[in-house]
Nanobody, 115 residues
C-alpha cells in the first residue's frame, strides 16, 4: 500500500521559512517523479515544484528563488524548503508522485502566512 504523508505546515509570518516533509512508503521515491502542489481557497490546485526521477528540479515562476525541492533517498523522504514566505503562499500543500502522471497524493498540510 502506497502512502505519502506530509508534515511541517503551520502558521508563519511574512518573510519567514518552513520546511515541509513528505515521507513515502510503498514506493521508492528515487525512481518516481515527485512534486509539491498547493491549493488555496477558491482556487485550483497548482504545481509548485517537481523533481523528476534522475532529473533536475523545476519550479513555478511564483516560487523561483524562494523554494527548494529535494530528496533524501536514505529516508525515502522529499522536502520543500520555503523561504521568504508571502501571504499569497497560503494554501494546503500536497505531496504527489507517479511514474508518468501523478498516481499518488498525500493528505495535505496547511501553510498559513500571516502577521
Amino acid at each position: 500500500q502506497v502512502q505519502l504523508v506530509e508534515s511541517g505546515g503551520g502558521l508563519v509570518q511574512p518573510g519567514g521559512s518552513l520546511r515541509l516533509s513528505c515521507v513515502a512508503s510503498g514506493i521508492a521515491i528515487s525512481i518516481y517523479n515527485m512534486g509539491w502542489y498547493r491549493q488555496a481557497p477558491g482556487k485550483q490546485r497548482e504545481l509548485v515544484a517537481r523533481i523528476p526521477a534522475g532529473g533536475r528540479p523545476n519550479y513555478a515562476d511564483s516560487v523561483k528563488g524562494r523554494f527548494a525541492i529535494f530528496r533524501d533517498y536514505s529516508k525515502n523522504t522529499m522536502y520543500l524548503q520555503m523561504n521568504s514566505l508571502k501571504p499569497e503562499d497560503t494554501a494546503v500543500y500536497y505531496c504527489a508522485g507517479g511514474l508518468r502522471e501523478v498516481a499518488y497524493w498525500g493528505q495535505g498540510t496547511q501553510v498559513t502566512v500571516s502577521s
